[in-house]
């Protein structure tokens, strides 16, 4: 085998992100919560993974974010990073596992680094977690920061609408966004918001902003990989583009092994010792 082949793929890292956008390379990132698909995500060249606390909704089947565990995050992300060779994994701190005070927040993180061996945390949040970034970053752990639509206030908010339409709220997530870049995040994940003003904030801060409903002129995207391969089939927000309908695809999979399974095709003489 050649050198060449045997090498193993140039790992993703915060530092690579910081380049990609320098460069103007845009970045690709996903979410995964297990090994058997992580493993495709990353032979097949995404840059970063995201283990979202949105495991909650699309793994669990709860409504929201808030119910899951940091122990289930840490089972979920554990399985990711031993699936991977390439991509920069990132690790939610689920609801409840930061918001007390910065110890908490910083106990936390360890335990999501020490316990799965992925590569950064990803908190929600503004103002109020600058103390908690400084303090998980001084351990030596990076933080993506996210703002705009923050699944884990929903019961704040009410409602899953569009954030930052109006300017009151729109010059705090501006404000919000420098400080979590002041206080030292690797990126930004902005949720939900007017594209003119997913734009500005890439325009501005120096780190990598990604968007989810953000629009196009940000330094990268991230989707829930349920929902643009179409496994989930109720959730349909404008900023959804769906690259598969896998929901259809398994049905038609699994309804043709019940038949054969039925109608005893299924194994057949080749398929039996
Ligand atoms: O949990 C998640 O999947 C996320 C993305 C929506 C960014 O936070």
Known sequence: MSTALSEKPRRVTTHTLQEMKTRGEKIAMLTAYDYSIAKILDRAGIDVLLVGDSASNVMAGYETTIPITLDEMIYYASAVVRAIERSLVVVDLPFGSYQGNSKEALNSAIRIMKETGAHAVKLEGGREIV????????????????????????????????RAKDDAEAKKLVDDAHLIAEAGCFALVLEKIPAALGAKVAGELKIPVIGIGAGRHVDGQVLVLHDMLGITQDFSPRFLRRYHNLYQEITGAVTKYIDDVKNADFPNEKEQY
């Open 131 to 162: 103390e908690s970034v400084s303090r998980i970053l001084s351990a030596g752990i990076p933080v993506m920061g996210h703002l705009g639509l923050t699944p884990q206030s929903i019961h704040k908010f009410g409602t899953y609408v569009v």
